[in-house]
């Protein structure tokens, strides 16, 4: 998943620097030098600094309100394509923008330097179809699905697979690495346990973004411990403290649902029969077909960038498939492209199978980069900025401080389609308010991720809910009920912070 931003980020303080400074400035004056800069790089002629306004309060309100109406109605209202939908808010807030001072061309360049910062995410998002369709032509994800029948049940295969989930993505520290991977695996064996799809798919999102949050080499982590100013592991302490007791109280929820599928006729001729299907059409020895998921792991764990640990695993996939399955190779590589469906006369199995490629992608790929434009113009005209600041000075309790932050993480994944600008602009946003409260930075850091990295995956027009919806197969919207982890957790901690529990501060970082 796009998982080496954070080193990306690290290693082009331009674009860094920018961002932050922009986030900083964005609601201090109605001109800044940033503007200047952006645009001088980009060879764009410069307004003068009465021309361009930083937006009120109630423009800022009415401008999210409009964007939220166009596609709350028009998605679940009207049955609208989403991507139309997307296009007739980049208008809407192309003109808010425009009525701010900005001319057409700095309008656009602000949609392009937002796109230029996702770009990390853009390379995953055509790696990660390779990545699914190499490990069904390898056979990895056919071993996986073997040998998980052997030994899964309905009553536990849940709570086992949350478990599995979250392993993968610590160790990893990518959601969308795991997702599309043992996720896809999951998928399959649950489906052939008749257990439903979204529940699964909600199972899988839960446990893979559980890793997106707690390990060290996961980008969020690193991203939001670095812009709020504490260290990643006083960020990880002041997390766990709130996502241990949601993890385990989801366990606990999957545990519970599994045995209502305990009592189900387990369909075992229909798993000897899918088991025997993958044995004739594929070499199942686990030894060699799950080495590109070996290699995978490994290397994400070493921190090689996202895209060279892919990339690697691609290509051992492909050998295999060519030398091992002894498929063809044009066909294989074409399958990197567009995976077809395979011939192994059951009709879901062919379908699953038959998934991943580049092609596959490109619905996901699209909406998210008008969804990336669209926050590019939120964030660099300072709508985002000027509705949170408004809400920010009201705020006096430290519980409300907590909840507010969270529904500001969640607000800026609606508005921007994307955590990570989301995280950072919030950390600049609350940070001076964590102070003067004397909170200890890594509340911060764990509450931007509590409302950002969670709630991404529950969006349906975020790139996390549009990758998960389209690598599982299940709508967002139908899985979301199901990803408790990550609705729980906001609920918890705001619950433990109105308690007065978990709560770090200042004067107890050094103590600790």
């Not at 952006?38 to 410069?46: D, E, V």
């Not at 086992?160 to 993505?169: D, K, P, T």
């Not at 991404?456 to 199901?482: H, K, N, R």
Request: charged content about 10%; overall charge positive.
């Amino acid at each position: 998943r796009r998982r080496s931003q954070v080193r990306i980020l690290s290693g082009a303080p331009f674009l860094s620097n920018v961002l932050i400074f922009l986030s900083h400035k964005t609601f201090q004056s109605s001109y800044t030098p940033s503007h200047d800069f952006i645009f001088k790089c980009a060879n764009l002629p410069l307004t003068s600094p009465h021309s361009m306004r930083s937006p009120s309060f109630a423009q800022s309100l009415l401008c999210f309100s409009v964007i939220v109406a166009l596609i709350a109605g028009g998605l679940f209202g009207l049955g609208i394509s989403l991507h139309a939908l997307i296009f007739l808010c980049l208008l809407w807030a192309g003109i808010n923008a425009f009525s701010l001072g900005y001319k057409y061309l700095q309008i656009r360049e602000l949609m392009t330097s937002a796109l230029t910062r996702a770009m990390p995410a853009i390379y995953i998002f055509i790696l990660i179809g390779m990545v699914i369709a190499s490990f069904m032509q390898s056979g990895t994800i056919s071993t996986l699905i073997y040998y998980g029948l052997s030994w899964l049940n309905p009553s536990i295969f849940l709570a086992v697979g949350l478990i599995l989930c979250a392993v993968m993505s610590v160790a990893t520290g990518t959601s969308w690495g795991t997702v599309g991977t043992m996720g896809v695996v999951l998928m399959g064996i649950g489906e052939a346990m008749n257990i439903p799809l979204p529940v699964i798919a909600g199972m899988v999102v839960a446990g893979a973004t559980f890793g997106d949050k707690m390990s060290p080499i996961s980008d969020t982590t690193n991203l939001a411990s670095m812009s709020a100013g504490t260290t990643i592991y006083r960020h990880m302490y002041a997390m766990l403290l709130t996502t241990l007791p949601s993890f385990l109280l989801t366990f606990v929820i999957f545990l519970v649902i599994g045995f209502t599928y305990a009592s189900q006729s387990l369909n075992v001729e229909e798993i000897y029969k899918i088991k025997a299907v993958l044995a004739s059409h594929y070499n199942l020895a686990p030894y060699i077909t799950l080495l590109p998921l070996v290699l995978l792991t490994v290397m994400s764990i070493k921190k090689v960038p996202a895209e060279v640990a892919m990339s690697c695993s691609i290509l051992l996939a492909v050998i295999i498939a060519i030398f091992y399955q002894d498929t063809n190779t044009i066909s294989v590589l074409n399958a990197l492209w567009e995976n077809t469906p395979q011939n192994t006369g059951i009709a879901n199995l062919d379908a699953l199978l038959g998934r991943g490629g580049i092609s596959s992608m490109s619905w996901t790929l699209l909406l998210a980069l008008m969804a990336i434009a669209l926050g590019g113009i939120l964030h660099g005209a300072g709508f985002l900025a000027a509705l949170l600041s408004g809400i920010i000075k009201r705020v006096k309790r430290t519980a409300t401080l907590i909840a507010v932050t969270i529904a500001s993480g969640f607000l800026g994944n609606v508005a921007m389609g994307e955590a990570y600008i989301s995280i950072i602009l919030n950390c600049q946003l609350f940070k001076s308010k964590y102070q003067q409260q004397k909170l200890d930075p890594s509340m911060l850091s764990r509450s931007v991720e509590e409302g950002a990295t969670m709630t991404t995956g529950l969006i349906p027009w975020t790139t996390a809910g549009a990758f998960y919806s389209a690598t599982l197969g299940v709508e967002v919207l139908d899985y979301a009920p199901y990803a408790f982890f990550n609705y729980l957790n906001g609920v918890v901690a705001i619950t433990m912070a109105a308690l007065g529990v978990g709560l770090l501060k200042e004067k107890r970082a050094q103590h600790h």
